[in-house]
């Protein structure tokens, strides 16, 4: 079965210092990736997604993620953080033949001023 | 609605009663998920519909679980004989068409259970 894990469950940086979020994939096809932003008390919201096209994928809000086959992997990054960026982040992926996604235990992102 | 609307928000039970979460999905979705988010435990799948029928409910935990949606529109999940390891956040999803379509979710339905 697909799995994701997300090293880290909880990641503290500070304002204006690069973001590095950890997933890493297990599958031996290369997946359908996704990262997903939860903010406090809302449901979630998609950041981007990898479908076999381009490796390094673009997103929201100044974030996007890089597809390394190599190393199985799905990092998020963003060059400088902001505080409205504090929320809690999941990585998913889906196999080519499930509908379903399957999710990481998310990491929890706070940003210190 | 513009969004996919989750009712009750909150709910508190005592143990061993039935609850009932509501989801009504964005018009014209056909795919429709329901997750559950336990703290430290990420989000667990539960159940996928594909209009009226549901070709995946391989996360149900138990059979006190179940799911149905009419109309190719809202889904009601049905807990009976609560247990206190069923309070967790329970959300739900919809998508156009299943596939690679984005998953739009609710804000979930909070159940604590005595």
């Known amino acids: 079965a697909q799995s994701v894990t997300q090293l880290g469950s909880h990641v503290s940086v500070s304002e204006g210092a690069l973001v590095l979020l950890r997933c890493n994939y297990s599958?031996?096809?290369?997946?359908?990736l996704f990262w997903y932003v939860q903010y406090p008390n809302q449901g979630l919201q998609l950041l981007l997604k990898?479908?076999?096209?381009?490796?390094l994928v673009k997103g929201i809000n100044g974030f996007e993620a890089e597809f390394k086959k190599s190393e199985t992997s799905f990092h998020l990054t963003k060059p400088s953080a902001h505080m409205s960026d504090a929320a809690e982040y999941f990585c998913a992926v889906r196999d080519h033949q499930a509908q379903k996604l399957v999710f990481g235990q998310g990491t929890r992102l706070t940003i210190n001023p | 609605g513009a969004g996919v609307s989750q009712s009750p928000s909150n709910k508190v039970t005592e143990k061993g009663k039935d609850v009932e979460l509501r989801c009504d999905p964005i018009s014209g979705h056909t795919a429709l998920y329901w997750y559950r988010q336990s703290l430290g435990q990420g989000l667990e799948f539960l159940i996928y519909f594909q209009g009226n029928s549901a070709p995946d409910k391989s996360g149900l935990p138990s059979d006190r679980f179940s799911a149905e949606r009419t109309g190719g529109s809202v889904s009601t999940l049905t807990i009976q004989r609560t247990q206190q390891e069923d309070s967790a956040v329970y959300l739900c999803?919809?998508?156009?068409?299943?596939?690679?379509?984005?998953?739009?979710f609710g804000e979930g339905s909070r159940l604590t259970v005595l």
């Open positions: 990898y479908t076999s096209a381009a490796t």
């Open positions: 599958s031996s096809v290369p997946p359908y």
């Open positions: 999803a919809s998508s156009l068409s299943g596939g690679l379509g984005e998953l739009f």
